[in-house]
Each structure stands twice: as C-alpha cells, then as structure tokens.
C-alpha cells in the first residue's frame, strides 16, 4: 500500500487504495512533482531557504542515510525512503516512480545537486523514462564545496577557476589528466573534489606532479575538510608541501594560481585591484 | 558622528560620542566584526540561512545599491551605506573602518561573494592595513550564477568544470583568450560570467569561435537571464546559434562539453552512469 504521506494529506490513509486511485484522487496536489534539493555543506545554516522549504512542504523525502540523518527534526514524520552510498540510479528510480503517482518528492544531495551530484542521473532517468512531462521538476541549488571551502580559505576563489574531480570511477583517468594539464598551463585556480579514498591514492600524486610542471612549488594550496560544517579543518600550505597533510574524502583541495598568495590570516587571490 | 548604530545598542545614541568614545563603550561587541555576506541569485528564497542570520545581526550593511534595495524589509532600520558600481575599492574600506571602531558590518555581495565578488578586495584590503587581527571576519558563501543557471538549465554542469570572466577591465584579454582556448582543449563545461556589457561586444564573438575550433557546432548552449530570480529566461540552443539570442551582463552562457545534450525539458551533462 502507497499512501499519501503525511504532509498536507492528514495522515496515512486507513483505506487500501491502490496507486492508480491515489493518483486520481485530489490529495492536495494531485499533479507529482519531483525536487533535487541541494543541502550544502551540511551545516543547516548553510542551506538556502528554498531548500528548506521544499523539503518542509515535500512528502517524501530520499537520500544517502548519512545526508538524511543530518536534516534531524527537518525531516521528521515524513516518508522516508533512504538507502547507502553508490546507490544513486536505484534512488533516482524510486523518487522518478513517487513522483509519477502524484507525491511531492524531494531527492536530497549534498552541495549543490548539480555538481557531481544527484541532479544528472535523475533528470538523465526522468529523460529516459519519458517522464519530463508527466510532474513538475524543481533543481535547488545548494553552495558546492568549491565555494564553502573558498570561503573558510578567505578569498581563495575569486577569479577564473577548474573544478576536477579525481575519482576515475565514472571517468577515464587518461581525461582527468588531461584536464588537470590544461588547468595547470591556463593558470586557473583549481578544485580537486573526491581527492583521495581508502582505495584511490596516487592521483593526487599524479595531480601534484602535474601542477608541478607549470607552477612554481610555491604555489600556494589550501586544503578543507569538513568545510563550512561540523569539524572543519583548514591548512594552508603550497604546491610543495601539501601531500604531507591529510587529505581524504571529505576534503577539498584547492591550488591557487600563479597571483595568489597566503597572509597569516587568509589564503587570498587577487582579481586585480589596484590597492 | 557615529553612533552603535541601531541592533542591540538600543537605537541612536543622543549623544554626539567621538569615535574614540565609541570604541571604548561596550556596545553590545566591543570587538567589531566585518562579514561579506553572499547573497545568492538575488531571490531571497536562494539566500542561506547564514547569510540572513548576519545580516540581522549586523549594525551596519554596506553595498551596491541595488542589491541593498533588494534586501527590503531585512535591512530595514539599519545603518545603511551604499554605493553605485564600481565603487568597490571605497566600499570596503569604509567597512574595515567601521569594524575596527567595534561595529559588527556586513559588506554584502551577489552570488558568491568569493567568485568576482566583494570578498576579494575586502580581504585584500584587510591585509594590507594590518587589520587582520583586529576584528573577527569570515566570508558567508552564497550560491553563484554557475550553478544557479545550471539548475535552472537541468543539470548541465555535473562534470569537471571552468568559468572563466569575459571582463577585462581588471585581466589582460588574452589571457582570458589563453583561457578560453584551454578550457574548450580541455572539454571543460565552461561558464562564461561578464560575457557582453554595453561597451564588450567582441569577446562573446572570440569565445564562440574560440570553442568553434576545438568543439562540434552541435555543442549545446545554455543562456541564462536573471537565473533564479524574478524575470528568469532561459534559452537552450548550440554553439552554432547562440548569439541569435540576447545576451548581457545579467546573463550567464553555459556551453556543454562533448558529452552534454538538450532534452525537451533540459540541459544535462551525463556524469557517466550506464543508465
């Protein structure tokens, strides 16, 4: 039995309807709609108050466990379908499914959804399916990790940038390399996501040997975890150094370019001003 | 004369207090604090809980005026110094005086204060007067225009990505061309912030032939007006075609890489899911 849910429905129904009376009757949105909610950080305070909206009025809301455990009390009573990490086809196929019956579906990913996150695959599934027109599709931003750890850094950002992931799971690493080469010769401040895992621990090895053929050692990299949330830890070192902190999954890395500089307060890039 | 201003100091202070005085008096923080605020897309629904939570803390805002009349209600009956472009430079250091006479000041930013934004030049600025020990400051991150367009888009980022400013009032133009040129090498999706002002017209033209040499005509391209703000336009068309559609300086052009492709309904940039 599919019920409802509990938000705007008055609570699970008694009756056994099947699905295809649920969706004809008018259970306070008969039409469904389906939400990819950026949560940012991880930090509530960090997420936008349209993410919070969205995942108050939402019925059901799915996501890897440890994202949805975060939400605490924002998420309370509602149906909660939640699974492990690596499951993100199977995830996007049971909200894609909510979603068709008429439920208010809310899909949570950490960041923004859009970065590496949960926003492909659903909307690649919604495609596939051919279900772009049978509910609504809401993508809600979120501050991905380049931008929070940019900002516990100083200004680290703040002009032309490459983001690079350097997990090889869905990528070929002969690509990544590529990317990073010609990150390094355009100068641009660059991100690493999903630097290192327990299994992956040479390609920021390779990303450093790179970087080092264009880029002086000095070159200044800062390196976040946990940034903009609970035990955020924030080093500032250079090109030279940085292998000898940690550096895992949960962690951001990010190499300045040839303008940046450190301070003893802030790692900053300049844009140009003349000061 | 300066007074408290009027959060928690028990509004305007009658008396004409030298500055000196003010610093002296507990005013509620003794210890002034300076936080350049990201205010997202513009919406205030995009803005995160953080940013709204200092800016009714705050004393004193300071900021373009126009994004200063955005805040509304939120600012309302604060000190309040604002500015019109490119008045940046004098922006911030009229906020580090003012935190370092004790008051808690909140320099606000659109987008991401951290990318071309306000946090730079603040930064800059704190550092090279030596303030950086006098006042407490952190950087409130905020959703920038590469994601708020790629959301609204679908999911057009979702893999290693560039952005790159078409401005060269504060870059040399070619090493902005250096840029372009490596990132369309790279098959970075690649975002352009700045891309026309009235004064710019060519380089949007450069970059499109730029990415003509390295990528198919058939490349998609996402315009993006106003992204997640009152008066959203959104256009999905190719690198062939896009400057058939008005572009400007509220705008962002997001073109795909290799792997992306438009839907009926969107914009994605597969991650690489076998689905």
């Known amino acids: 039995m599919r019920t409802c849910g509990n938000s705007g429905c008055g609570g699970n129904l008694a009756v056994d309807f099947t699905k295809e009376e649920i969706r004809k009757s008018d259970c306070g949105h008969s039409r469904g709609k389906l939400a990819v909610v950026g949560?940012?950080?991880?930090?509530?305070?960090q997420m936008s108050l349209r993410a919070y909206k969205v995942l108050q009025e939402a019925d059901v809301i799915i996501g890897y466990k440890t994202y949805i455990d975060l939400l605490g009390e924002l998420v309370k009573g509602k149906e909660i379908v939640s699974s492990g990490m690596k499951r993100e086809i199977e995830r996007s196929?049971?909200?894609?499914?909510?979603?068709?019956?008429?439920?208010?579906?809310?899909?949570v990913s950490s960041g923004d959804p859009g970065i590496y996150g949960m926003a492909g695959i659903t909307l690649e599934l919604v495609e596939k399916q051919g279900m772009g027109n049978k509910f609504d599709v809401e993508i809600v931003p979120g501050i991905t990790s380049a931008n929070a750890a940019a900002s516990s850094l100083g200004a680290a950002l703040m002009h032309d940038f490459a983001v690079i992931?350097?997990?090889?799971?869905?990528?070929?690493?002969?690509?990544?390399?590529?990317?990073l080469e010609l990150a390094a010769q355009a100068d641009f401040v660059t991100?690493?996501?999903?630097?290192?895992?327990?299994?992956r621990t040479e390609q920021?090895?390779?990303?450093?040997?790179?970087?080092?053929k264009h880029k002086s050692p000095a070159t200044p990299v800062g390196i976040v975890r946990n940034a903009k949330r609970g035990g955020e830890e924030i080093t500032r070192t250079d090109l030279e150094h940085f292998l000898e902190y940690p550096i895992d999954m949960f962690t951001v890395v990010l190499i300045g370019n040839s303008q940046t500089y450190n301070t003893e307060n802030f790692m900053l890039t300049p844009r140009g001003y003349k000061v």
Do not use: H, Q
């Not at 992931?165 to 990317?179: A, G, N, Q, Y």
């Open 39 to 45: 949560m940012g950080p991880g930090d509530p305070d």
């Open 93 to 107: 196929r049971i909200a894609i499914e909510m979603a068709a019956e008429g439920k208010y579906v809310a899909v």
């Open 165 to 179: 992931s350097l997990s090889d799971l869905l990528t070929p690493w002969e690509l990544i390399e590529k990317r």
């Open 191 to 199: 991100v690493l996501y999903n630097p290192v895992s327990k299994k």
């Open 204 to 212: 920021i090895r390779t990303a450093r040997e790179i970087f080092l």
